[in-house]
């Protein structure tokens, strides 16, 4: 007799086979540690020293990837910078999923007027320039932002080097997350709804289970496919539009980087000295491969309908 | 699958690069040569085409070809004063009163003739007060102009511009002013048609159309082909033009390239005669692989930062001396803005003016001057913001006076990124603490560099306000002798320095990539080169 399993665990066994997406789980937690625990060594260096008789050098002992136009550590930067990138692509996304999601799902299973009502809602803030409303909103909460890095620093006693770069990114969590949810929350309804018309979902209303229920352990798991899916592509439009709106005074202020600004300078300096590109982008892309072979590993996993093997 | 096939894509792409490259296909540099058409990078999207309404460097070098003034530059010497638009205009014994002999064949773009009329109604438009001309101080030179800007009479008979016949004009001034001739090289004197922009709208209309590409008229060596916006500007020649037998260039295309350092990738490949500006890296690149192409010249501009002296605490002369004090200026020069010169003083060298000079770099006197300001060791210093635009040369300048500021004094300074409108906003609002700015000068005189600090000046923006000073530069005004007069203007600047409203960063070098097909453009401390006399010479 065959045992019951769980759907979570079918699915990480079936993920475990996957080994490009074991590897990319490896590749992210590595770099996932890097950039947040590296920075804790005495070796690495400050991201912001300026040494101005050092500009430009190439990578030695001292400075593993060699030093920028302002003689700072490369190394140290690109470590400071993933942190930054990391959690805006992370965290942004991560708020705009958990919104998107259910938003979709209530107004997908709830259909009639409710749906109406909620969508056309949505409709109106598709309508309205993206980046424009984030800028809007990255403002208002901006000098809030920096009181509260400044109530940070002087509750907690962190040098400034360390709060600031996180603290200041409030805002484009808020602002990016707050804004990005709109296209996952058509995606979810469009998928809750072709679901809820199936048998299995008439067998759960039969025997009588809640709705909240329902949606959220029969409807759900059956749409995770696509949420995936899209999630992997949010991540990195979303560390650009980062590099975007820094470079429009929002976001990370300098000297603080990020691996969208890093790249976008090591891009412009690239012929005198390609290592300020290759550096970043290195990063930037093995992260984003990591994060998609994962997304297609899980997407696979996690879709209930797949064979058992 | 997918991913195979994208494999499969790239392949089939990197199998086709060779064959790419194989192609032997004129470059945009060469056949614009064998055109005669000269392509220049210019930074960024003109404002307008008003001389009345822009104030850039970028607007400028458009104007240039477009409109001629009664003076204008010469390719070769800088000094050299040859008539445009006019034939001479010469001084009164005192140099206070000038007379302009029109050229009797100078001829607007659609065939009108140029009159004295024009140069008079012109003066009177930039003059007006509704029009708000940004650059109207520039015409301050003329007795009355001041008070009539201001508002203070709507009579512009008062002020010192007669029109004596059609091609003689007198232009009665302030005081004497033997380089005057300088001043009216500057597009701010140049006229615009009378009849053209009356047609268009009334005379202190702001946003008259008359500028569009449809409707735009000049009297310059080329007139408007056509403006697309963030693409291409056009000028071809201009017919009507006094001298269009001796134009050279068949046109000039300008092209609104914000990022130098894209700028210089598309000088490399082939599709810019000209760039506006070199970065340090392309500046350290191009000596080694092209040096010949490398242009590093003398220039008359500044690099500063403004404070905003009406807030605390830089509104206190010792704040703003320690974080003066506190720059390391040779540092940056030889870094971030390679090949400027320290600055100790706003106004560069120049000609046999000698300004009085600041202190420079001194750490000590900075955090001593700090802590006589209340904030030793920087204990207590507000979190200041430094005010720079989105341009990628100022964030770099302004990472390193951040860690200066940091190292020396022990304060944290937030650097804080406009767009470049924004940038100007909040500066004319006097909406910032510290800003990054810079100054090229219009004519060949230290007043270019001291006038905008003067109280009520459109370009002060630091909210500084020393009688004294102003009274220094009103007695320059009415001083003949030229010692005397370099000498008032020095008092004058060691009472800037003194005062400290502004931080001098370094004098500028213009450094350039200019195409070995471009002969006779030569070095020209304004940079305002004429365009006509420019030869491309094709096969180089």
């Known amino acids: 007799m065959e045992k019951g399993t769980s759907l979570w665990k079918d699915a990480w066994h079936r993920l475990a086979h996957n080994r490009a997406a074991i590897v990319s789980l490896f590749v992210l937690v590595f770099i996932l540690l890097l950039c947040f625990i590296g920075p804790l060594m005495p070796f690495v260096k400050s991201p912001t020293a300026i040494n101005l008789s050092n500009t430009g050098a190439a990578p030695s002992a001292d400075f593993w990837f060699g030093t920028d136009q302002l003689g700072r ?69 901006d000098n809030p932002a920096s009181l509260f890095t400044d109530w940070i620093i002087a509750k907690t006693g962190f040098a400034r080097d360390r709060v600031a770069p996180i603290t200041t990114l409030i805002p484009l969590f808020i602002a990016i997350g707050a804004i990005g949810w709109l296209t996952i929350a058509r995606i979810v309804r469009a998928q809750v709804m072709a679901v809820k018309k199936q048998e299995f979902v008439e067998a759960a209303v039969s025997l009588g289970l809640s709705r909240p229920r329902i949606l959220f352990r029969h409807i759900l798991p059956n749409v995770i496919g696509p949420i995936i899916i899209y999630t992997t592509l949010a991540v990195p439009g979303i560390m650009l539009l980062e590099s ?66 | 699958m997918f991913c195979r096939v994208i494999v499969r894509d790239l392949l089939l792409i990197l199998a086709l690069f060779p064959l790419l490259g194989s192609c032997q296909k004129e470059s945009q540099v060469d056949q614009a040569t064998r055109e005669g058409i000269l392509l220049l990078g210019n930074s960024g999207e003109p404002k307008g085409l008003d001389p009345h309404i822009v104030s850039g460097v970028l607007e400028s070098n458009i104007l240039r070809a477009l409109f001629e003034g009664l003076i204008t530059a010469d390719p070769l010497h800088d000094n050299a004063t040859p008539g445009g638009a006019a034939l001479e205009v010469t001084p009164d014994a005192t140099a206070t009163v000038w007379t302009a002999k029109l050229r009797p064949d100078g001829k607007w773009s659609d065939g009108m003739p140029v009159t004295a009329r024009d140069f008079a109604f012109s003066y009177e438009r930039m003059l007006t007060p509704e029009l708000g001309a940004k650059y109207a101080d520039m015409l301050y030179f003329l007795k009355g102009a001041e008070d009539f800007n201001k508002g203070k009479t709507k009579d512009f008979s008062s002020v010192g511009v007669q029109v004596i016949d059609d091609d003689t004009l007198r232009l009665t001034l302030r005081g004497p002013t033997p380089f005057f001739r300088q001043v009216l090289k500057h597009f701010t004197w140049t006229a615009v048609p009378r009849h053209v922009v009356l047609k268009h709208g009334k005379i202190g209309q702001r946003g ?88 590093q010249e003398p220039y008359v501009g500044t690099s500063f930062f403004r404070y905003n002296t009406t807030r605390q605490p830089l509104s206190d002369p010792r704040v703003r001396k320690a974080l003066s004090y506190a720059i390391d200026r040779k540092a940056i020069c030889g870094n971030v803005f390679r090949g400027f010169t320290p600055a100790l003083s706003i ?187 420019i030869r491309l010479i094709p096969g180089r």
């Open chain 1, 73 to 141: 550590d490369l190394f140290a930067r690109v470590l400071y910078g993933g942190q930054v990138s990391l959690l805006v692509g992370l965290v942004a996304t991560a708020v705009a999923v958990f919104i998107g999601v259910i938003y979709g799902a209530i107004a997908g299973y709830a259909g009639g007027k409710i749906d109406d009502l909620l969508m056309r809602f949505v409709d109106i803030l598709f309508a309205l320039p993206f980046l424009v409303l984030v800028i809007l909103f990255a403002l208002v909460v």
């Open chain 1, 244 to 309: 975007v709106l820094s470079f429009l005074g929002l976001g990370v202020k300098p000297p603080n980087s990020s691996w969208g600004i890093l790249i976008k300078e090591g891009a412009d300096r690239m012929e005198v000295n390609w290592l300020l590109l290759f550096f970043p982008s290195i990063f930037f892309a093995s992260t984003l491969f990591a994060l998609n072979f994962l997304g297609d590993g899980l997407r696979d996993a996690l879709d209930p309908k797949s064979a058992k093997d």
């Open chain 2, 208 to 295: 008259n159309p008359w500028t569009r590409p449809e409707n735009i008229v000049g009297n310059g060596p080329y007139q408007l082909k056509s403006w697309r916006r963030n693409d291409h500007i056009d000028v071809t020649r201009n017919p009507f033009y006094w001298n269009a037998a001796h134009v050279t260039l068949n046109g000039i295309r300008f092209l609104p390239i914000g990022n130098p350092y894209t700028e210089s990738r598309m000088f490399r490949d082939g599709q810019l005669h000209m760039t506006y500006t070199a970065t340090p890296e392309v500046i350290d690149l191009m000596q080694k692989k092209h040096p010949e192409q490398l242009r």
């Open chain 2, 347 to 533: 106004t560069p060298p120049m000609g046999d003016y000698r300004p009085p000079q600041d202190r420079g770099f001194d750490p000590e006197k900075a955090r001593q001057a700090l802590a006589d300001a209340g904030y030793p060791g920087g204990r207590g210093f507000p979190r200041l913001k430094l005010l720079i635009a989105s341009k990628e040369t100022a964030a770099t300048l302004a990472q390193a006076t951040q860690a200066m500021w940091r190292n020396t004094l022990g304060i944290e300074i937030e650097i804080q990124n406009k767009e470049w409108n924004a940038y100007l906003v909040a500066m004319q609002q006097l909406d910032y603490d510290i800003a990054n700015a810079g100054w090229i000068g219009d004519y060949l005189d230290p007043l270019t560099f001291l006038e905008m600090w003067t109280p009520d000046n459109g370009n002060n923006l630091t909210g500084w306000n020393n009688p004294a000073f102003a009274k220094l530069l009103q007695d320059s005004f009415q001083e003949t002798d030229a010692t005397k007069r370099f000498a008032l203007l020095a008092q004058a600047e060691s009472l800037l320095i003194e005062d400290a409203p502004v931080l001098f960063i370094a004098w500028q070098s213009r450094n350039y990539l200019l195409h070995p097909s471009v002969e006779g453009w030569n070095p020209l401390l304004l940079a305002n080169n004429p365009y006509e006399m």
